[in-house]
Nanobody, 123 residues
Framework: DVQLQASGGGLVQAGGSLRLSCAAS????????IGWFRQAPGKEREEVSC????????YYSDALKGRFTMSSDIDKSTVYLQMNSLKPEDTAVYFC????????????????RGQGTLVTVSS
């Protein structure tokens, strides 16, 4: 079975940091683009960051670039999202998704997605 298990969310004060993890299994990790998305209550899903080892590219949301950094560990089939200088508006459920092609993934189309982890930033 394909799984994308996100973890690392929690409650943090504004200005703090969190590192999210997404452990993938059930598919060939290095053949897929993996991405982070978020959805806040009452708002549409938002792309955060996506990376593809196969295509050698990482995308970031312009609004989040500089505060959020995505990395991956192929040996562990895991991607990470380091989030710094968090703001209350970063509060959302963060989930990871996977698709063979980065362009599709960045456009919000993907083969697989996980359940997500809640990040709450207090002011």
């Amino acid at each position: 079975d394909v799984q994308l298990q996100a973890s690392g969310g929690g409650l943090v004060q504004a200005g703090g940091s969190l590192r999210l993890s997404c452990a993938a299994s059930g598919f060939r990790f290095e053949d897929y683009a993996i991405g982070w998305f978020r959805q806040a209550p009452g708002k549409e899903r938002e792309e955060v960051s996506c990376t593809s080892k196969k295509e050698g590219v990482t995308y970031y949301s312009d609004a989040l670039k500089g505060r959020f950094t995505m990395s991956s560990d192929i040996d562990k089939s895991t991607v990470y999202l380091q989030m710094n200088s968090l703001k209350p508006e970063d509060t959302a459920v963060y989930f990871c998704a996977a698709d063979p092609w980065l362009g599709r993934l960045w456009g919000g189309v993907y083969d697989y997605r996980g359940q997500g982890t809640l990040v709450t930033v207090s002011s």
